[in-house]
């Protein structure tokens, strides 16, 4: 039996979950972007004036996240014109198999930094004053302001890491599984 496209479609749809809305606001920096996507995902195909007037969101700002979702081909567009006024129309589609490869992208950016900061509390050993507010200094700085806070002008006292290596490993080894490496 031939597979049916639309139904492939719907199956997609449904698998989008709160938390992968979420992530795909926060990766694009856009929280009204969770409900653009409710609106994009309940309908074939929408223009930006009919989801601005769905979620009350102003039409400049739909307008702004659906070109950030266009950009990472979240969502595909089809131009017609109005044929009383002459203007373009934009019928926007959701485009639910990009939004699993986006947030893996998303996951491997996130994982990269985590290991750049984990080999950077690896590799340094540090030095704090026990002043809240105040930064840990690595050893060879420390050693430069001959162990004494620049900020508070305390004294500089070795400071154990591990409590952020732990956490760190921790969450490195998550998102590696999440990812499957
Ligand atoms: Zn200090």
Known sequence: M????TRKRITM????????????????GEEDAIK?????????????????????????????ILYKLYDHSLVSLR??????????????????DQLEGFILTQKRQVLEKLNLRLEYEKNHDFYYCYTPGCKRIPFEEAVE?????????????????????????????????????
């Open 2 to 5: 031939p597979t049916d496209p």
């Open 13 to 28: 749809m449904s698998n989008i979950d709160d938390a992968t809305l979420m992530r795909v606001a926060q990766a694009l």
């Open 36 to 64: 653009l996507i409710e609106i994009l995902k309940g309908s074939e195909e929408i223009t930006d004036d009919e989801i601005a007037n769905k979620t009350s969101i102003r039409l400049n700002s739909v307008r702004k």
């Open 79 to 96: 131009r017609t014109r109005d044929p009383k006024t002459g203007w373009f129309i934009f019928h926007w589609r959701l485009q639910p």
């Open 145 to 181: 302001l001959v162990f004494k806070c620049p900020t508070c002008g305390k004294p500089l006292m070795h400071y154990a890491n591990e409590k952020i290596l732990n956490a760190l490993t921790k969450k490195v080894e998550t998102l590696r599984k999440e990812l499957g490496e």
